[in-house]
């Protein structure tokens, strides 16, 4: 797998000692890489307490695969919804040693490449955002299925769509990213693959990508890391219900902060800070992401919270990741050149 650049010296970093103090990530072995291999039979379509796949120590990178979210069995034309065991297959859960509850798990993502040469959308009767589905149910008939497959094509970094009903088609930018990404839910809940919620899950956010940083809440011993349902690229709001589905390589560096208690999900990059809320109405979605953010800034940045709220009026940015799912996902952001600095 090609390295994005600064990851092999990522790689060389030597960690400290043994005993983290309250925010501070308990270190790891300098250098250590775990890899694991995801197949169809052994991927999980439930975030829940489960057996470890596979065990890590803080900072360790891991190296694994992911299947696309109809496992890989989509392929050409006259292939139907119907041969998908399931939907959103997850490679995990990953232990993380040290991870109790109360504590962040931080999930730096360091590389991702699509993994083959087709990526597939499609839609299905009671699935999208402007369709028929169960929670907004009409007298007419539902749009009917149908799959498109976009060839990938690795030397420009596209996907190419083309249309069913015309000869139409159009080269689409790949931006690869994790749709599943997150860890046990709390209470011994276990929750679909295809759920976004507090403990991240199906949250569709292009923001799991290269070069940002994902913070989730533990809620179990260890963690339980998964992810999974990888995307070539997406439109904002996912609006028939897929993006264009890939398979992926991945490498991600998991890293445990003591004493830093989340409650929903968070992103992190040089450049901003970034908050998800995962609910449905959407306007609450809104609210849970912009509550967390003033919360952040004040916990962090100092700023006190009436002083946030109002600075967040005047430059916060806000991205709707997806309304397709039992939740709907935004997520709300700060660039940091508007902040203080981070207190120590």
């Known amino acids: 797998m090609r390295l994005k650049s600064g990851v092999l010296a990522l790689l060389g970093i030597a960690w400290a000692t043994a005993t983290a103090l309250p925010g501070q990530t308990v270190p790891g072995p300098a250098s250590n890489v775990v890899h694991y291999t995801t197949t169809i039979n052994n991927v999980k379509y439930l975030f829940a307490t489960a057996d470890p796949v596979a065990r890590l120590k803080s900072g360790d990178i891991l190296d694994t695969n992911t299947l696309d ?111 599943c990404i997150g860890v046990a839910p709390a209470e011994g809940e276990a929750r679909s693959s295809v759920v976004p919620a507090e403990f991240g899950g199906n949250m569709d956010s292009p923001e799991a990508s290269v ?51 989340i409650a929903w999900p968070q992103f992190e990059n040089d450049d901003a800070i970034m908050t998800v809320g995962a609910y449905r109405p959407l306007d609450d979605a ?15 940045y100092g700023l006190s919270e009436l002083d946030a709220y109002e600075l967040l009026s005047k430059v916060a940015r806000i991205h709707l990741n997806e309304m397709v799912d039992p939740n709907y996902v935004v997520v709300a952001s700060i660039e940091k050149k508007y902040l203080p600095a981070r207190k120590k």
Not at 79 to 84: A, E, F, N, R, Y
Not at 287 to 296: G, M, P, S
Request: hydrophobic fraction near 40%.
């Open 211 to 261: 070069g940002n940083t994902v913070y989730f809440p533990v809620n179990v011993k260890g963690g339980l890391f998964y992810i999974g349902d990888g995307h070539a690229a997406m439109g904002d709001g996912e609006v028939a219900g897929t993006a264009i589905e890939v398979p992926l390589k991945a490498r991600v560096q998991l890293s445990v902060i003591k004493g830093r208690t």
């Open 286 to 300: 809104v609210r849970i992401a912009f509550t967390e953010l003033v919360h952040w800034i004040h916990k962090d």
């Open 69 to 179: 979210c109809f496992g890989n069995v989509l392929r050409k034309t006259g292939d139907t919804l119907s041969m998908v065991k399931g939907d959103n297959p997850l490679a995990g859960p990953f232990y993380v040693e040290g991870a109790e509850p109360g504590d962040t798990l931080a999930v730096k993502i360091l590389d991702l490449q699509v993994d083959g040469d087709t990526g597939v959308g499609a839609f299905a009767p009671g699935f999208g955002a402007i369709n028929e589905t169960n929670y907004t149910p009409m007298l007419h008939s539902p749009l009917p299925e149908r799959i498109w497959y976009y060839h990938i094509n690795h030397a420009d970094n596209t996907a190419a769509f083309k249309a069913l009903d015309s000869d139409f088609s159009v080269k689409i930018p790949m931006h690869p990213f994790f749709g």
